[in-house]
């Protein structure tokens, strides 16, 4: 599982039950948290991509937390699409496709991000 501070350089990854700052490239990982203020990962639309596109449920960690992704797209070079938002309601798991070509994402919500068989 991964996660990445608003205020942090590099994602951090859970290890032996601690967090600890990724140091090398990283394939794109299937389960991350969310806290806090939006965490922002890159998808396939740009290299080194943090997330890959599918199908991925938020489940909340706590009875209040609401997920929340808001998705752009590569739609031609240098062009963006609209952002593209996906909310659940409080308590409740959010299901959502992470879109070809994900240029970025916005997760938010106290939430654990899992990308789930197609």
Known sequence: MMTWPSDARMPLVCANGQWQT?????????????????MTLHGQGMRNPSVESGNWTATPQDPGSQCRAEQETVVSPGVLSQPQVSEGKPGQPLSLQLL?????????????WTRTAS
């Open 22 to 38: 990724v140091t090398s490239p990283q394939p794109p990982n299937d389960r991350w948290l969310s806290y806090g203020p939006a």
């Open 100 to 112: 070809p070509r994900l240029f970025s994402i916005q997760m938010s919500g106290y939430c654990l």
